[in-house]
């Protein structure tokens, strides 16, 4: 089992920054991943981020690429999702996510909101 909480998500306006934080517990193991996910009402869940167990890699949707950065303190086991230049399209409800690789998440954290303001 693997616990995530997140925190972070609020309310900006348009070209603002925010930065959300998951940190897991549990039997994680280094050859997993963790990944961030986004649903805006009326729509599907996206993936927005992913990145290593290590930190190493990482890889971005093409949406929010060059704005959103990922980055993962080993000692803490939290991974964090710096958001830049934020803009509306960007509202949504954020999820943070652990799995066995990119393609297989098998945990999932309570979502936080993220509202973008124009």
């Known amino acids: 089992q693997v616990q995530l909480v997140e925190s972070g998500g609020g309310l900006v306006q348009t070209g603002g920054s925010l930065r959300l934080s998951c940190t897991a517990s549990?039997?994680?193991?280094?050859?997993?991943?963790m990944g961030w996910f986004r649903q805006a009402p009326g729509k599907e869940r996206e993936f927005v981020a992913v990145?290593?167990?290590?930190?190493?890699?990482?890889s971005y949707a093409d949406s929010v690429k060059g704005r959103f950065s990922i980055s993962k303190d080993n000692a803490k086991n939290t991974v964090y999702l710096q958001m830049n230049s934020l803009k509306p399209e960007d509202t949504a409800v954020y999820y943070c996510?652990?799995?066995?690789?990119?393609?297989?998440?098998?945990?999932w954290g309570q979502g936080t909101q993220v509202t973008v303001s124009s």
């Open positions: 549990g039997r994680t193991f280094s050859n997993s991943v």
């Open positions: 996510a652990y799995g066995s690789s990119a393609r297989d998440y098998g945990y």
């Open positions: 990145i290593s167990w290590s930190g190493h890699v990482t």
